[in-house]
């Protein structure tokens, strides 16, 4: 198996402190170590450096090569630009393809999520190795969600495959759309439901065969990426569009598999998820004070005191100020949108 760390885009919804020149996954969020770090650390305990490979943009693969230098700079595939998550998966596959290593199985990792525990993590990857040996399968991950999540899509459980080591792997008896959510209402709380959550698996022969022929337009650029191809030009002739151009007819067909996240999967999208999670292990530490306050959230240098406010949210960087209630942390992206809209770059 080979792990392809992925990251990519900067986590509006985390600003100030996230910002093209330093996106959420690499920021000191948890004790004083990074998203990307505290995943690469957990990859390191199976796989050794020269295993491991990283794909991003020119930008984060320096800000990444900086906090891990022990990351091999050939092992770094760089994205020539953004044609979002279906290109970029096929990019994956075709770089492993030019290495040698189309017909060993590999799986794309988020670098912007908290994977606990890691072990299980790296259980689940050995059994999804296997089976990507002996099948040509899209395989891919979820978990059972206790409400809706809105903005992601759904898979539905079908028989049982494979629980070895306590890893359960179904084949996906159907997929649910984000925009279904009478249908998502009609099976949540049966443990047939699962949230997806990408963990794409498979050879990248057998992925990019799976492109052929549901996405030839797709499919020729890579093969050429994969040879001798001009890697930017070939790159552009792919039109943007999310891998689930290609699943969606997947899942349908019966051609997929997917596996229940024998981990938590912890996906830090706003200021409140992760006030959330600090407080629920008890990393938080407030070193300013509080007069009648109580539930508040707050980054900062500076000693700040809080007088008679409850869950309000405070993060400070050098040059910016965000203060807010927690129940809003999700509207934060606007605020990029706007200083987008001013040209304050610099802010950005």
């Known amino acids: 198996m080979k792990p392809v760390i992925i990251c990519g885009g900067v986590g509006s919804k985390m600003w100030p402190e996230s910002r093209q020149k330093s996106p959420k996954h690499f920021l000191p969020l948890l004790n004083g170590k990074s998203l990307f770090e505290l995943g690469w650390e957990t990859l390191r305990k199976k796989f050794s450096a020269e295993e491991i490979f990283l794909q991003t943009n020119a930008q984060q693969a320096e800000i990444a090569m900086s906090l891990v230098p022990e990351i091999l700079r050939e092992n770094v595939f ?3 630009e953004m044609r979002n998550q279906g290109p970029a998966t096929g990019f994956a596959a075709a770089q492993l393809v030019k290495r040698g290593f ?49 903005g992601v899509d759904y898979l539905v459980k079908g028989e049982l495959v494979s629980s070895e080591t306590g890893v359960k792997i179904y084949e996906v008896a159907d997929y649910i759309d984000r925009s279904e959510e009478e249908k998502i209402k009609e099976y949540l709380g049966t443990d047939k439901l699962l ?32 040879g001798e191809g001009d890697v930017v030009a070939e790159y552009a ?64 240098k500076k000693y700040v005191a809080l007088i008679g406010v409850e869950d309000l949210v405070v993060v400070e960087t050098d040059d910016a100020i965000l203060v807010m209630k927690k129940d809003q942390s999700g509207k934060v992206g606007q605020v990029v949108d706007k200083l987008k809209e001013e040209e304050k770059i610099n802010l950005l």
């Not at 698996?201 to 549901?214: F, G, S, V, W």
């Not at 938080?284 to 707050?298: D, L």
């Open 195 to 226: 949230l997806h959550a990408n963990h794409t698996a498979m050879t990248p022969n057998n992925l990019l065969k799976m492109y052929q022929k549901y996405k030839a337009e797709w499919c020729g650029p890579l093969v050429n990426i994969a």
């Open 78 to 80: 760089i994205e020539p």
């Open 102 to 150: 189309g017909d060993e199985p590999f799986i794309l990792v988020q670098a912007d999520v908290l994977r606990e525990p890691g072990e299980k993590f790296l259980d689940m990857i050995g059994e999804m190795d296997k089976l990507a040996k002996i099948n040509d399968k899209y395989i891919t991950g979820g978990f059972v969600p206790e409400t809706i999540v809105r």
């Open 237 to 300: 002739k792919m039109p943007k569009a999310g891998i689930e151009e290609v699943t969606k007819q997947v899942y349908k067909n019966g051609e997929a598999l997917v596996v229940e996240l024998p981990f938590k999967w912890i996906d830090f999208g706003t200021w409140e998820s992760l006030a959330n999670y600090q407080d629920s292990v008890g990393s938080y530490k407030f070193e300013g004070m509080e007069v009648e306050a109580k539930g508040n959230y707050v980054r900062s």
